[in-house]
């Protein structure tokens, strides 16, 4: 069912793993992986063994940008025709209403930072590095880093590293708020899969309407978003979920909720 070129998919029970795999390019975002990730993104959205996915990069980098050899020949129509295609791919990995981590390994510059954005938190192993280094090429970001990077940790700090195009390493990132933690190597994958499986024990209903009340309040104002919270509060009081994780608390047991 998961079978592709530039990515490898296995399963830890109900949490999916993915891993980039273009081992010579430093796991390069070359056209056909982007294409493969939109499908993946589909499959995985639409299968109900699949509660909650990882991402992360097989060898030494997750993910050393875009393949730059694809650009050369790019006119001004080309390359809004390419951001068009990244960002397709990446708001299907943004969107997807399964919980998502990027387990950052080595490199993620260009494309590999913008994606790991995509996910609903960020762990790296403290031999990760992070860069937006476009300029440098006379280009920008083009799979939602702009947007993305700045609703993250604040228009100063985003500005800063794509204007400069600087390199930081894992500590830094943590401190700037793009990670949310930094592990030894080893123990990335376990840190990765421990992180998962404690969001994963509760309500399946509950967490997909949590991130889409989050995902769609933080572009409105606080108002219009407070509208979209109240909204989706009413949708899981009306699920079979609330019913049992509010009788399980009162009879002071663990819920077991319908999903899992």
Request: charge should be negative; glycine fraction near 10%; proline fraction near 2%.
């Amino acid at each position: 069912m998961y079978d592709y070129n530039t990515i490898n998919v296995d399963m830890n029970e109900d949490i999916a793993i993915v891993r980039f795999s273009r081992l010579k390019a430093l796991n390069a975002l070359n056209h056909e992986m982007t294409l493969e990730l939109a499908e993946l993104f589909d499959k995985l959205e639409n299968d109900p063994a699949v509660r909650g996915i990882i991402l992360t990069g097989e060898g030494r980098a997750f993910m050393a940008g875009a393949d730059i050899s694809e650009m050369k020949e790019r006119d001004a129509e080309g390359g809004r025709e390419f951001a068009r295609v990244s960002n397709y791919a990446f708001s299907r990995v943004a969107d997807i209403s399964k919980p998502t981590i990027a387990a950052v390994n080595g490199f993620a510059l260009g494309g590999g930072l913008e994606l790991s954005l995509c996910c609903d938190w960020r762990i790296a192993a403290e031999s990760a590095s992070f860069a937006a280094p476009e300029v440098t090429l006379g280009i920008i970001p083009s799979g939602g880093g702009t947007q993305r990077l700045p609703r993250l940790i604040g228009s100063g700090r985003a500005k800063e590293l794509i204007f400069t195009g600087k390199r930081i390493k894992a500590a830094e990132a943590e401190r700037i708020g793009l990670v949310n933690k930094v592990v030894p190597d080893e123990a990335l994958m376990d840190e990765a899969v421990k992180s998962m499986r404690e969001a994963l024990a509760n309500s399946a209903v509950a967490l997909g309407y949590a991130k889409e009340a989050i995902d769609t309040g933080i572009g409105l104002s606080l108002a219009d978003g407070i509208k979209v919270e109240i909204n989706s509060v009413g949708m899981v009081f009306g699920s079979e979920d609330r019913l049992e994780g509010v009788s399980a608390f009162l009879e002071k047991r663990k819920a077991v909720f319908r999903d899992k």
